[in-house]
């Protein structure tokens, strides 16, 4: 089971800022980077933010990343209808000794 | 560019051996360091970090998967591979291999194949 935590499904109309939260431990969240990849319907995850709050390139600056203490979030500024996908939060585990995902959240653009 | 090519029968019977290559093109693993990696998705839930490995063979394994695991590289056919051992159906999903950036406390996976879907089943 992830050890990481996201809220099943968040939702925005077209525009609007939608935010995903991410909750941890000190062993990941508190001590390691935070990634987030992005899953759109039937493709293979795609990596949007890293080391907390690094773009790819190519990735818009529409999506950014933050890190308060042991829980990270991203933010989706001015959604739009092909943002829609699932949402995965990461980081090393030093207590595992391994990689963990969150649970992912299910952004719909109503 | 970088592009990675899952492999592998889609069928699987329960108690065998799941076997899966990697085929790494756009960069050689044995003049690269980098780490090479897994992960799978069972159909319709989350992702789950099956394990890495450096280019000279040096192994990671998610711990609750490390008793049935192997991964290694074969640096002659520059792919890598995935064996997991005794499935049942619970091993059923979308396997990806991926490349995991690896600096100090920075791991993250920026590179991953198209995934290819296993099935145990008798």
């Known amino acids: 089971q992830s050890v990481l935590t996201q809220p099943p499904s968040a939702s925005g109309t077209p525009g609007q800022r939608v935010t995903i939260s991410c909750s941890g431990s000190?062993?990941?969240?508190?001590?390691?980077?935070v990634n987030w990849y992005q899953q759109l319907p039937g493709t293979a995850p795609k990596l949007l933010i890293y080391?907390?709050?690094q773009r790819p390139s190519g990735v818009p600056d529409r999506f950014s990343g933050s890190k308060p203490g042991t829980s990270a979030s991203l933010a989706i500024s001015g959604l739009q209808s092909e943002d829609e996908a699932d949402y995965y939060c990461?980081?090393?585990?030093?207590?595992?000794?391994?990689?963990?995902f969150g649970t992912g959240t299910k952004v719909t653009v109503l | 560019q970088l592009q990675l090519q899952e492999s592998g029968p889609g069928l699987v019977k329960p108690s065998e051996t799941l076997s899966l290559t990697c085929v790494v093109s756009g960069v050689s693993i044995s003049s690269s360091s980098y780490y090479w990696g897994w992960i799978r998705q069972p159909p319709g839930k989350g992702l789950e970090w099956i394990g890495s490995i450096y280019y000279s063979g040096g192994t990671y394994y998610n711990p609750s998967l490390k008793s049935r695991v192997t991964i290694s590289v074969d640096t002659s056919k520059n792919q890598f591979s995935l064996k997991l051992n005794s499935v049942t159906a619970a091993d059923t999903a979308v396997y990806y291999c991926g490349r995991p950036f690896w600096s100090g406390s920075h791991y993250y996976f920026d590179y991953w194949g198209q995934g290819t879907l296993v099935t145990v089943s008798s």
């Open positions: 080391s907390n709050n």
């Open positions: 000190n062993s990941n969240i508190g001590s390691n980077p």
């Open positions: 990461a980081a090393w585990d030093d207590s595992l000794s391994g990689y963990v």
